[in-house]
């Protein structure tokens, strides 16, 4: 949040504040997770971040949060098609977790409102960190989510997915996970909504995962937001002993859009991936940002970013990786890779290492540029025509991304999609 | 390297309060008392001699420095500074006559011989185009007579008390004085061009630096000249709580070319010194500039006490087409060092480098790098940097590179490489891209690692010891940036660097 006090608050900020105020008899939560929507709720009254927040800097909150929809708008009345077939749905519809849900064996599923009540949650809930914006009004807000627990050595067949869906309106929901030691799962996290009348709408959703020693975890975020839509999401993550984690993020959508992937090893031998696609279009605003603290010694991580900015799209990223003193023999390595179609468009990076340990190695690099020229004659000098070639220069420089995923199913799912998003803004 | 644990020890051991130039040189002092204020400003311009307009200048920018905050984002820590409790205001006594170095205090010939500066101008104002010496520093100083000579304005606390080569300089039409100077006699280069590249606004040090900076050098190289010499000032803090507040602005005009030096020392003491220069360059249509510093001020004693801020505005404007403004650091010493020479690209074609090694050890901080600002069409820009950490130090390498909207065809390519040695050091990469424009094409590249454990294999499998291996890898790391420095600076800043790591690189 910002530290300095804001001389008068934006239109936004005071109809989050107002909306706090008539929403919170209907917020469910027993004394301690009050208590902590109470403190959210001061963090938001000193003012949403503004550039001078070095986290937000590309992404000045208080500035481009222009206003704040009412609670309820349209209703969406059922699920979508999951991406993966055959995958158990767990659906939040208008920010309400259902109450018929699929049963998967080795898999206990709670829905959030309950563990609210029970303030089981409760210590879960702090932002984490004075500049946590998205976290502190997710902790306000939350009414509901679902809560999902794999049971150690379970390997799961079919894939989870998780869908957010709304029309319009506000939702903050929240997705906790818990895997445990050894289970292998492919979770899919789907933000989307339907266009409303009055169009407008704010979602603030956080997951949080805790991935179990030696568990494999496949976490998939596809974020196909109306171009109306506010969408502050963020996935927290920590990584067990020798256990692997893969975060895939496709942000093909919203009018403003706030991704934070926010991960921590703590034990040996932990690995991290985080591979990110950011298609941009329009006049949108879509930020990726990525804090990793390589916490013990000996763990690994990689992220691989590629966005397509189009139309007046603006697009950053940030990736810091913070390697702590005691966490010796760390290999980080990350690359930020972007096409830049546009004269309208821009794209801010800011890839950051912070170093503390010595005997380590860690790289990163980040490229902004447009189609080269001489693939573009290559292809043309074949008979294909500019257009299809540029077409499929850019699919193949996002693809490659999608294609080092190694699960058959997954790749075709995922560009699938891509082929959706080409065919409407191709 | 947590294999050598004798090298980490003998990093912890250096003798970082060994300072080489720790001697205080007693002279007397004329001046202002402390603290800031209109009338300490009004003092500052009196006594100075500064027209109407200069004073009016000054006090504009004291009214808007006490409207700024101190920035807090760089990655440093220091005690907070209380900026009434320091001499704004400090020149040595017995100024001499600018025209011969045989009327400068005596004292002050000693201090530059103490510093074993590679100038001899003595000896090349008495004629003497090549010494007879057969000893180490003689070599250096061949080294000058060979590329040519060396002009020099020396400031020593605040005031530029030595002026040298400047007939010659004249010759070629070159005008190389003090600032102050520069003010009483072309005031109308000055006016137009002071505060055009940092502005009385531009941020807290710089607006502090504009109302109150005492010295500094001025450089005019005119339409079509080359400047028949390289330039160079030596900064030296002196006096005890002495802030030093250099302003120095070089304009090369269509077509002309000069190669500054600027290098520095300071004596040992263990209050903090604050030292806020700006540095504007200016170059117009096919112009270069070319900018080099070594900094080895004193970074304090083996508990981090003591030492120099160095908080400092550089920043160079191409603002002709197809001008080059290229800049090249070594920075060694200061307790905290907070430094981003930058390159505003605003000419078509026009081009910016920086090459930079900060070297930190024992408790410094260095927090430095670049903005290459890209305005005009088919700009370019090059970044290298090499930050090495030991000791307890934190070394931050921060950079901007922008392409604006209609800056078509603008080319950077950036890399920071950090090395680190010892495992209480930090090494930090914050970068940031910022691309408006389709056609730019950026690259950024940066690593960190400490030697490799097979490189030193490979050096010492060839009956080379460690230590020097070491020194040899380090030297190849640092190699880019040192052959970008004129000759005579690459050999003091290998020095420098060898001094700075004592114990761990040899």
């Given at each position: 949040?910002?530290?300095?006090?804001q001389?008068?608050?934006?239109?936004?900020?005071?109809?989050?504040?107002?909306?706090?105020?008539?929403?919170?008899?209907?917020?469910?939560?027993?004394?301690a997770?009050?208590?902590?929507?109470?403190?959210?709720?001061?963090?938001?009254?000193?003012?949403?971040?503004?550039?001078?927040v070095?986290?937000?800097?590309?992404?000045?909150?208080?500035?481009?949060?222009?206003?704040?929809?009412?609670?309820?708008?349209?209703?969406?009345?059922?699920?979508?098609?999951?991406?993966?077939?055959?995958?158990?749905?767990?659906?939040?519809?208008?920010?309400?977790?259902?109450?018929?849900?699929?049963?998967?064996?080795?898999?206990?599923?709670?829905?959030?409102?309950?563990?609210?009540?029970?303030?089981?949650?409760?210590?879960?809930?702090?932002?984490?960190?004075?500049?946590?914006?998205?976290?502190?009004?997710?902790?306000?807000?939350?009414?509901?989510?679902?809560?999902?627990?794999?049971?150690?050595?379970?390997?799961?067949?079919?894939?989870?997915?998780?869908?957010?869906?709304?029309?319009?309106?506000?939702?903050?929901?929240?997705?906790?996970?818990?895997?445990g030691?050894?289970?292998?799962?492919?979770?899919?996290?789907?933000?989307?909504?339907?266009?409303?009348?009055?169009?407008?709408?704010?979602?603030s959703?956080?997951?949080?995962?805790?991935?179990?020693?030696?568990?494999?975890?496949?976490?998939?975020?596809?974020?196909?937001?109306?171009?109306?839509?506010?969408?502050l999401?963020?996935?927290?993550?920590?990584?067990?002993?020798?256990?692997?984690?893969?975060?895939?993020?496709?942000?093909?959508?919203?009018?403003?859009?706030?991704?934070?992937v926010?991960?921590?090893?703590?034990?040996?031998?932990?690995?991290?991936?985080?591979?990110?696609i950011?298609?941009?279009?329009?006049?949108?605003?879509?930020?990726?940002?990525?804090?990793?603290?390589?916490?013990?010694?000996?763990?690994?991580?990689?992220?691989?970013?590629?966005?397509?900015?189009?139309?007046?799209?603006?697009?950053?990223?940030?990736?810091?990786?913070?390697v702590?003193?005691?966490?010796?023999?760390?290999?980080?390595?990350?690359?930020?890779?972007?096409?830049?179609?546009?004269?309208?468009?821009?794209?801010?990076?800011?890839p950051?290492l912070?170093?503390?340990?010595?005997?380590?190695?860690?790289?990163?690099?980040?490229?902004?540029?447009?189609?080269?020229?001489?693939?573009?004659?290559?292809?043309?000098?074949?008979?294909?025509?500019?257009?299809?070639?540029?077409?499929?220069?850019?699919?193949?420089?996002?693809?490659?991304?999608?294609?080092?995923?190694?699960?058959?199913?997954?790749?075709?799912?995922?560009?699938?999609?891509?082929?959706?998003?080409?065919?409407?803004?191709? | 390297?947590?294999a050598?644990?004798?090298?980490?020890?003998?990093?912890?051991?250096?003798?970082?309060?060994q300072?080489?130039?720790?001697?205080?040189?007693?002279?007397e002092?004329?001046?202002?008392?402390?603290?800031?204020?209109?009338?300490?400003?009004?003092?500052?311009?009196?006594?100075?001699?500064?027209?109407?307009?200069?004073l009016?200048?000054?006090?504009?920018?004291?009214?808007?420095?006490?409207?700024?905050?101190?920035?807090?984002?760089?990655?440093?820590?220091y005690?907070?500074?209380?900026?009434?409790?320091?001499?704004?205001?400090?020149?040595?006594?017995?100024?001499?006559?600018?025209?011969?170095?045989?009327?400068?205090?005596p004292?002050?010939?000693?201090?530059?011989?103490?510093?074993?500066?590679?100038?001899?101008?003595?000896?090349?104002?008495?004629?003497?185009?090549?010494?007879?010496?057969?000893?180490?520093?003689?070599?250096?100083?061949?080294?000058?007579?060979?590329?040519?000579?060396?002009?020099?304005?020396?400031v020593?606390?605040?005031?530029?008390?030595?002026?040298?080569?400047?007939?010659e300089?004249?010759?070629?039409?070159?005008i190389?004085?003090?600032?102050?100077?520069?003010?009483?006699?072309?005031p109308?280069?000055?006016?137009?061009?002071?505060g055009s590249?940092?502005?009385?606004?531009d941020?807290?040090y710089?607006?502090?630096?504009?109302?109150?900076?005492?010295?500094?050098?001025?450089?005019?190289?005119?339409?079509?000249?080359?400047?028949?010499?390289?330039?160079?000032?030596?900064?030296?803090?002196?006096?005890?709580?002495?802030?030093?507040f250099?302003?120095t602005?070089?304009?090369?005009?269509?077509?002309?070319?000069?190669?500054?030096?600027?290098?520095?020392?300071?004596p040992?003491?263990?209050?903090?010194?604050?030292?806020?220069?700006?540095?504007?360059?200016?170059?117009?249509?096919?112009?270069?500039?070319?900018?080099?510093?070594?900094?080895?001020w004193?970074?304090?004693?083996?508990?981090?006490?003591?030492?120099?801020?160095?908080?400092?505005?550089?920043?160079?404007?191409?603002?002709?087409d197809?001008?080059?403004?290229?800049?090249?650091?070594?920075?060694?010493?200061?307790?905290?060092?907070?430094?981003?020479?930058?390159?505003?690209?605003?000419?078509d074609?026009?081009?910016?480098?920086?090459?930079?090694?900060?070297?930190?050890?024992g408790?410094?901080?260095?927090?430095?790098?670049?903005?290459?600002?890209?305005?005009?069409?088919?700009?370019?820009?090059?970044?290298?940097?090499?930050?090495?950490?030991?000791?307890?130090?934190?070394n931050?390498?921060?950079?901007?590179?922008?392409?604006?909207?209609?800056?078509?065809?603008?080319?950077?390519?950036?890399?920071?490489?950090?090395?680190?040695?010892?495992?209480?050091?930090?090494?930090?990469?914050?970068?940031?891209?910022?691309?408006?424009?389709?056609?730019?094409?950026?690259?950024?590249?940066?690593?960190?690692?400490?030697?490799?454990?097979?490189?030193?294999?490979?050096?010492?499998?060839?009956?080379?010891?460690?230590?020097?291996?070491?020194?040899?890898?380090?030297?190849?790391?640092?190699?880019?940036?040192?052959?970008?420095?004129?000759?005579?600076?690459?050999?003091?800043?290998?020095?420098?660097?060898?001094?700075?790591?004592?114990?761990?690189?040899?």
């Amino acid at each position: 949040m910002n530290m300095h006090a804001q001389p008068q608050r934006t239109l936004a900020e005071t109809a989050l504040i107002d909306a706090f105020g008539e929403r919170l008899s209907q917020l469910p939560g027993d004394g301690a997770v009050m208590v902590k929507r109470d403190d959210a709720i001061e963090a938001i009254k000193n003012g949403l971040p503004t550039r001078r927040v070095e986290s937000w800097h590309y992404t000045d909150l208080r500035r481009l949060l222009t206003s704040v929809p009412a609670f309820e708008a349209g209703a969406v009345a059922k699920a979508l098609a999951p991406v993966l077939e055959g995958s158990a749905v767990l659906p939040v519809l208008n920010g309400v977790s259902q109450t018929k849900l699929p049963e998967v064996e080795g898999v206990t599923v709670q829905r959030l409102s309950e563990k609210l009540t029970d303030g089981s949650v409760a210590p879960g809930l702090d932002p984490y960190g004075d500049d946590d914006a998205i976290g502190a009004l997710n902790t306000a807000f939350v009414a509901d989510g679902y809560f999902v627990d794999i049971a150690g050595g379970v390997e799961l067949e079919k894939p989870i997915e998780f869908q957010n869906l709304q029309a319009g309106g506000q939702s903050h929901v929240r997705l906790l996970a818990r895997i445990g030691a050894g289970a292998k799962a492919i979770i899919v996290e789907r933000q989307a909504g339907e266009a409303s009348e009055d169009g407008e709408a704010l979602v603030s959703s956080v997951s949080q995962l805790v991935v179990g020693d030696g568990a494999q975890v496949t976490w998939l975020i596809v974020q196909e937001q109306q171009d109306t839509a506010t969408h502050l999401a963020q996935f927290k993550a920590h990584i067990g002993k020798d256990a692997k984690l893969t975060v895939f993020v496709m942000n093909a959508g919203g009018k403003l859009v706030r991704q934070e992937v926010v991960v921590r090893t703590t034990g040996e031998g932990a690995d991290f991936k985080l591979r990110g696609i950011n298609l941009l279009a329009g006049d949108t605003h879509t930020d990726t940002t990525m804090v990793l603290d390589h916490a013990v010694p000996h763990t690994t991580s990689t992220e691989v970013i590629r966005n397509v900015v189009t139309g007046k799209a603006r697009g950053v990223f940030q990736g810091r990786i913070n390697v702590h003193q005691y966490a010796q023999k760390t290999n980080a390595k990350m690359a930020c890779n972007t096409l830049l179609l546009s004269d309208d468009g821009e794209f801010s990076t800011k890839p950051e290492l912070e170093i503390f340990a010595d005997d380590v190695v860690c790289g990163h690099g980040a490229t902004v540029t447009e189609i080269d020229h001489n693939h573009l004659f290559y292809l043309m000098a074949r008979g294909i025509d500019e257009k299809s070639a540029r077409g499929l220069l850019v699919k193949a420089f996002v693809a490659e991304v999608i294609e080092e995923l190694d699960d058959e199913a997954l790749v075709e799912a995922l560009e699938e999609r891509l082929d959706g998003w080409f065919s409407t803004h191709g | 390297m947590p294999a050598v644990q004798e090298t980490i020890d003998r990093v912890r051991k250096i003798d970082v309060d060994q300072y080489k130039y720790g001697f205080q040189t007693e002279i007397e002092m004329d001046k202002a008392p402390k603290g800031l204020s209109e009338d300490i400003i009004r003092f500052i311009s009196a006594k100075k001699d500064e027209p109407d307009w200069m004073l009016e200048w000054r006090l504009g920018a004291y009214r808007r420095w006490l409207t700024l905050e101190e920035p807090t984002w760089a990655r440093v820590h220091y005690p907070k500074i209380d900026f009434q409790d320091i001499y704004y205001y400090a020149a040595p006594k017995s100024t001499p006559g600018p025209k011969s170095l045989s009327e400068v205090d005596p004292e002050l010939i000693k201090v530059y011989e103490k510093l074993g500066i590679p100038l001899k101008e003595q000896e090349i104002l008495a004629g003497v185009q090549k010494p007879a010496v057969a000893d180490e520093e003689a070599e250096i100083g061949d080294n000058v007579y060979k590329s040519g000579r060396v002009a020099v304005d020396a400031v020593f606390d605040s005031v530029s008390v030595v002026t040298t080569f400047k007939e010659e300089l004249a010759k070629a039409g070159v005008i190389f004085c003090s600032i102050s100077e520069a003010i009483r006699e072309h005031p109308e280069l000055v006016k137009k061009y002071l505060g055009s590249v940092v502005p009385t606004s531009d941020n807290f040090y710089a607006t502090l630096n504009s109302a109150v900076f005492t010295d500094g050098s001025f450089v005019f190289v005119p339409k079509g000249v080359r400047c028949p010499m390289e330039l160079s000032t030596y900064f030296r803090i002196n006096e005890k709580n002495t802030g030093q507040f250099e302003r120095t602005l070089i304009i090369a005009e269509e077509g002309a070319y000069v190669s500054y030096l600027e290098g520095c020392t300071a004596p040992q003491r263990d209050e903090n010194q604050l030292h806020a220069a700006v540095v504007e360059l200016i170059a117009l249509d096919d112009a270069e500039i070319k900018y080099s510093t070594v900094q080895n001020w004193y970074p304090g004693d083996a508990e981090g006490k003591g030492g120099i801020y160095n908080f400092v505005t550089k920043r160079g404007d191409c603002r002709g087409d197809r001008s080059k403004i290229s800049w090249t650091q070594v920075e060694t010493g200061s307790a905290i060092t907070w430094k981003y020479p930058s390159c505003i690209l605003r000419g078509d074609d026009s081009s910016g480098e920086f090459y930079s090694i900060a070297v930190s050890n024992g408790y410094q901080q260095v927090d430095s790098g670049t903005k290459m600002i890209h305005l005009g069409k088919n700009t370019s820009s090059r970044v290298i940097s090499k930050g090495i950490a030991a000791g307890f130090s934190q070394n931050t390498y921060r950079g901007q590179v922008s392409a604006h909207r209609k800056a078509t065809n603008a080319r950077n390519f950036t890399n920071c490489d950090s090395l680190l040695i010892g495992d209480q050091c930090g090494a930090h990469t914050v970068p940031y891209m910022e691309a408006k424009n389709a056609t730019a094409k950026f690259e950024h590249e940066a690593t960190t690692s400490k030697i490799s454990e097979d490189q030193k294999f490979y050096v010492m499998q060839r009956g080379i010891p460690e230590e020097e291996a070491i020194a040899l890898i380090v030297n190849g790391f640092v190699k880019d940036v040192i052959q970008q420095l004129p000759m005579e600076f690459a050999v003091e800043a290998q020095k420098l660097i060898g001094i700075s790591l004592e114990g761990s690189v040899g």
